[in-house]
């Protein structure tokens, strides 16, 4: 499939500051594809998220310098407005996004502030439902709801837009085991529909499990980029761009410390490589 997401050489920096937050990034992402983009704190990852949602410079003043397009639109240029039902982005605490008193209302909110039909604000309510399986959260107030069920709601409300490309800014930073679960089932569902997912997140454990692709960033531009078993096959790399590993990975790193040749896996499901498992 044909790229949704276009940056080329991108830069951009804040109004007053003289450091640019994000400098010379490439990237491209296929429509399907989910790609996270990894990196400690600081290195450019929300500001690049704000860039593809349309917030820099139309919203949060900044220079921008660079090529941005986002399922065909130039995102620098035309702003936030052209991006309605475009992308939906996702921020990391689901307080900002939950805001009404019921469910229902949070899912509806969306399509009526596009004008959209009662029968169209119903379907796109029912859709998001089974893609989610809220059907046990519809009546209940979101202020009742757990930490990973308001994430829940949070992408709900933002897909009843039915945008083609989700942001999700790390999304799982406020979330327990269970919660993350609930997030990842999410994704992997939401792939199956064919949206175009970038996921910014520090905690990659989860994360691998679905992504297509990992990008690792650091002072504002992309260092690393491949298939999560090629990125952290990169061993000095990961551990100098101070990118933590999944866990089974660092189980391998250690081995090969002491000379045992192991192969690197990503994912729990391949820990019988590393004779800690069951195939």
């Given at each position: 499939?044909?790229?949704?997401?276009?940056v080329?050489?991108l830069?951009?920096?804040?109004?007053?500051?003289?450091?640019?937050?994000?400098?010379?990034?490439d990237?491209?992402?296929?429509?399907?594809?989910?790609?996270v983009?990894?990196?400690?704190?600081?290195?450019?990852?929300?500001?690049?998220?704000?860039?593809?949602a349309?917030?820099?410079?139309?919203l949060?003043?900044?220079t921008?310098e660079?090529?941005?397009?986002?399922?065909?639109?130039?995102?620098?240029?035309?702003?936030?407005?052209?991006?309605?039902?475009v992308?939906?982005?996702?921020?990391?605490?689901p307080?900002?996004?939950?805001?009404?008193?019921?469910?229902i209302?949070e899912?509806?909110?969306g399509?009526?502030?596009?004008?959209?039909?009662?029968?169209?604000?119903?379907?796109r309510?029912?859709?998001?439902?089974h893609?989610?399986?809220?059907y046990?959260?519809?009546?209940?107030?979101p202020?009742?709801?757990?930490?990973g069920e308001?994430?829940?709601?949070?992408?709900?409300s933002?897909l009843?837009?039915k945008?083609?490309?989700?942001l999700l800014d790390e999304?799982t930073?406020?979330?327990d085991?269970?919660?993350?679960?609930?997030?990842l089932?999410?994704?992997?569902?939401l792939?199956?529909?064919?949206?175009?997912?970038?996921?910014?997140?520090h905690?990659?454990?989860?994360?691998?499990e679905?992504?297509?692709?990992v990008?690792v960033?650091?002072?504002?531009?992309?260092?690393?980029?491949?298939?999560?078993?090629e990125?952290f096959?990169?061993v000095?790399?990961?551990q100098?761009?101070?990118?933590?590993?999944?866990?089974i990975?660092?189980?391998?790193?250690?081995l090969?410390?002491?000379?045992?040749?192991v192969?690197?896996?990503?994912k729990?499901?391949d820990?019988?490589k590393l004779?800690v498992?069951?195939?």
């Amino acid at each position: 499939m044909g790229p949704s997401v276009v940056v080329r050489n991108l830069s951009a920096k804040y109004i007053g500051s003289d450091t640019w937050t994000v400098r010379a990034v490439d990237l491209q992402v296929n429509k399907g594809e989910m790609v996270v983009i990894m990196g400690p704190s600081g290195c450019g990852k929300t500001t690049l998220f704000r860039i593809l949602a349309g917030l820099v410079p139309s919203l949060i003043p900044g220079t921008v310098e660079g090529e941005v397009t986002v399922e065909g639109v130039d995102v620098v240029r035309a702003g936030y407005k052209q991006l309605v039902g475009v992308v939906g982005l996702v921020y990391q605490n689901p307080e900002m996004q939950v805001i009404t008193r019921s469910v229902i209302e949070e899912l509806a909110m969306g399509p009526e502030n596009l004008g959209l039909s009662r029968e169209e604000i119903q379907k796109r309510i029912d859709w998001v439902t089974h893609v989610l399986n809220l059907y046990d959260l519809l009546d209940k107030d979101p202020q009742s709801l757990s930490g990973g069920e308001k994430q829940l709601i949070a992408i709900a409300s933002v897909l009843t837009i039915k945008p083609k490309v989700l942001l999700l800014d790390e999304p799982t930073s406020m979330l327990d085991h269970r919660g993350t679960r609930l997030v990842l089932e999410a994704i992997n569902q939401l792939k199956k529909e064919g949206l175009t997912i970038l996921v910014a997140e520090h905690r990659v454990e989860w994360a691998v499990e679905a992504a297509d692709r990992v990008a690792v960033m650091g002072r504002g531009t992309i260092l690393l980029e491949g298939k999560p078993e090629e990125v952290f096959s990169r061993v000095e790399d990961i551990q100098r761009y101070g990118v933590r590993p999944p866990g089974i990975a660092e189980v391998a790193y250690e081995l090969r410390k002491k000379g045992i040749d192991v192969p690197i896996p990503v994912k729990l499901e391949d820990s019988w490589k590393l004779g800690v498992g069951s195939k």
